[in-house]
């Protein structure tokens, strides 16, 4: 009786269309489709597997080169070089993706000459600060103040003024240009490179904002620089990440 059960088991594709009134060659023909087509869901999922491992492999394997060229890009902008070559290798060994293009954007037009750094704006802006004070406190030469000593006078009160700010900080400044200047100096003590330069945008004379144009025009791209570098660090860690064994 064991030996009819499993033969009846095992020929049961092939008899059951018959009791059910079905052709049996429609019916076998239909199984092996059903067969053929499992089969083929399973190599499918299979290859799909292979090809998600080999990516994972791809990828591990550009990570080092990866870290590599975006710490000497980062290291490059942030010591105020030109970082041109640097940007070509980033690119090459990156994904070139939206997201990544969108994360150099801030800086990829400075590449052939470079950002200054903030702490060469630190310097250049103490040189621009006195010519703003200076130029708020020049009065036109005449017969009896000759433009030599107009200069002089305005140079030796605008270092008393920004003296006194430093002592006293930006509130006992004037209203309007004078306390944005003083609040930009204050700002820079406090290494806010972002706050002077909203400061010096928000300068009212005309002869100030212009004199003020081509400091502003570099701190803005080291603010963009600040936050590409920012993101350059996310990449270098993410992709660290994807070295170190497991």
Known sequence: VGVVALAATLSEPYWRPWVAGQDPVE????LRLDEIKAENTATRAG???RIVTVESALERSRAPGQVLAA???RDAVNRGDAFASQLIIFRALSDGSAETEAMLAGIAGHAEIGIPSTRALGESFDDLAQQLYATQQRGS?????PAAVSETVAQVTAT???LRRLLEGPSGAAEGDPMRLARAEDSLRRADLA???TELEGLEDAELKALAQP????????VAAVETTTELNAFIVAQAAMITPK
Not at 141 to 145: M, Q, W
Not at 215 to 222: D, N, T
């Open 27 to 30: 019916a076998r023909v239909q």
């Open 47 to 49: 290859l799909e597997q």
């Open 71 to 73: 710490v000497n890009l």
């Open 141 to 145: 030469p005449s017969d009896t103040l």
């Open 160 to 162: 008393a003024m920004r």
């Open 195 to 197: 706050a002077v330069v």
């Open 215 to 222: 400091w502003l025009v570099q701190a803005k791209a080291r």
